[in-house]
């Protein structure tokens, strides 16, 4: 089982640079998720999709875009990365409110230059 | 408004019991849940309770629920080294489809 897969696990950019995270999970799980962990300060919701064909604005979504491409794949775009958005981030899925487990992919860790 | 609080680190001796409190806000979440961090990796679920039980054991771990005083803690009984981790508490409001976490716990081992 892959479960929750993320791509990729690395990635520098320079400021105002873009780039696309990519995540995928195989459980058929309706709610996907966007964190950012940052120390001290816990998980930090970006953006959510309850379901394929929704997406949400989460805590802090500011510099931030995401794509629910199908039930299966769930995209975060920085359109203009800045040195603020410097993060581990994670995606996670869980098959739907309230009740279920969210299973988390194994983070991409972020540094923008 | 919602949240979640942990203190950011436990300190405890190998072999010692270790206790990771939480408090939280939103009365209508039917689960609280832990999960643990290690080093360089996502988060896993570690075990959770419905909100109509006060405790739930399971091995080592111990979960302790006080709905009165929304506060809920871990307990690690004969803590090893393989418990390093950061341990975060998070609940799920039955009105909506997020999780609301707390910043998390680091505890650390000392031998």
């Known amino acids: 089982n892959a479960g929750v897969t993320q791509t990729p696990k690395f990635q520098v950019l320079k400021t105002g640079q873009s780039m696309t995270l990519q995540c995928a999970q195989d459980m058929n799980h309706n709610s996907m998720y966007w964190y950012r962990q940052d120390p001290g300060m816990g998980l930090r919701l970006i953006y959510y999709?309850?379901?394929?064909?929704?997406?949400d604005k989460g805590e802090v979504p500011n510099g931030y875009n995401v794509s629910r491409l199908n039930k299966r794949e769930f995209s975060l775009r920085l359109e203009s990365a800045a040195p603020s958005q410097t993060s581990v981030y994670f995606c996670?899925?869980?098959?739907?409110?309230?009740?279920?487990?969210?299973?988390f992919g194994q983070g991409t860790r972020l540094t923008v230059v | 408004g919602e949240d979640v609080e942990q203190s950011l680190f436990l300190s405890v001796r190998e072999g010692d019991s270790s206790v990771i409190n939480c408090t939280y806000t939103d009365s209508s979440s039917t689960y609280l849940y832990w999960y643990k961090q290690e080093p360089g990796a996502g988060l896993q679920l570690l075990t959770y309770i419905f909100s109509n039980m006060d405790m739930k054991q399971d091995q080592r771990l111990t979960v302790l629920l006080n709905k009165k005083d929304k506060h809920l803690s871990l307990r690690i009984a004969d803590t090893q080294t393989g418990d390093s981790a950061i341990y975060f508490c998070a609940e799920s409001p039955d009105s909506n489809y997020q999780l609301i976490w707390g910043a998390g716990t680091k505890l650390i081992i000392k031998p």
């Open positions: 999709s309850a379901s394929e064909g929704t997406t």
């Open positions: 996670a899925s869980r098959e739907g409110a309230p009740s279920t487990e969210a299973f």
